[in-house]
């Protein structure tokens, strides 16, 4: 959705004392947003060589008998998507040893997996039907190894939250292998939205696998 569209929107309806109260505050907003997303980016993925590194690091998390986490804002649309793939390609492929779940910063209102998500999820056999949202904590990030985030936000938001476990936390997108690091929340953006970032998400656990597997036959 463009930033246009989202002003209007959110202007809607509203006073023009409300509109001039407000935008500031909005613009502050999606500034601060902007900064974060760019400070990230040049400090961690800016070129392919970091990006590379970054790669091989979190690869090195998974060593073993390890726990793989994924992180989205609510866990009900990219994160469970992500984990019931990924168990689904582990078996799929006969790999053991490594265990999957995904959670949220968030705790949603609704806490299960909007339609638009269930239904999309079918094109990639996934099942989000009975799937209920986990609100990540200390103790379920002491037990992963590897946490996989999906965008800026995300990050920042781990990081102030958890910042003794930063060193386990790493981009899921690194494995798309190009320079744009986020997968866009497709939240109330239509099926269409869910299919891209579904088949992104796929696209880069399908990638993740092959490395993890290349390392343990290495």
């Known amino acids: 959705m463009s930033t246009l569209h989202t002003i209007s929107n959110k202007v809607a309806d509203k006073s023009l004392t409300e509109i001039v109260r407000q935008s500031p505050r909005f613009i502050q907003k999606q500034l601060f947003r902007r900064s974060v997303r760019f400070y990230y980016y040049q400090k961690l993925h800016r070129t392919p060589t970091k990006r590379a ?130 997968l866009t929340d497709p939240y109330n953006n239509g099926t269409d939205a869910f299919e891209t970032v579904y088949e992104q998400i796929a696209h880069c656990i399908d990638s993740i696998l092959e490395e993890y597997s290349s390392s343990v036959s290495g």
């Open 53 to 182: 590194a970054r790669r091989a690091a979190a690869i090195d998390c998974l060593s073993g008998d390890d726990t793989l986490l994924f992180v989205c804002h609510g866990n009900i649309c990219r994160s469970p998507f992500a984990e019931w793939y990924t168990k689904q390609e582990l078996n799929s492929r006969g790999i053991e040893g490594v265990t999957v779940d995904s959670a949220g910063f968030q705790s949603p209102s609704d806490p299960t997996s909007p339609q638009d998500a269930v239904t999309t999820a079918t094109n990639w056999d996934v099942d989000l039907t009975d799937h209920h949202s986990v609100q990540a904590d200390a103790e379920i990030l002491n037990e992963s190894d590897l946490v996989l985030l999906m965008d800026y936000k995300n990050y920042y938001n781990f990081i102030t939250a958890f910042p003794k476990f930063s060193d386990r936390i790493f981009f899921l997108r690194l494995f798309d292998h190009g320079s744009e690091m986020e």
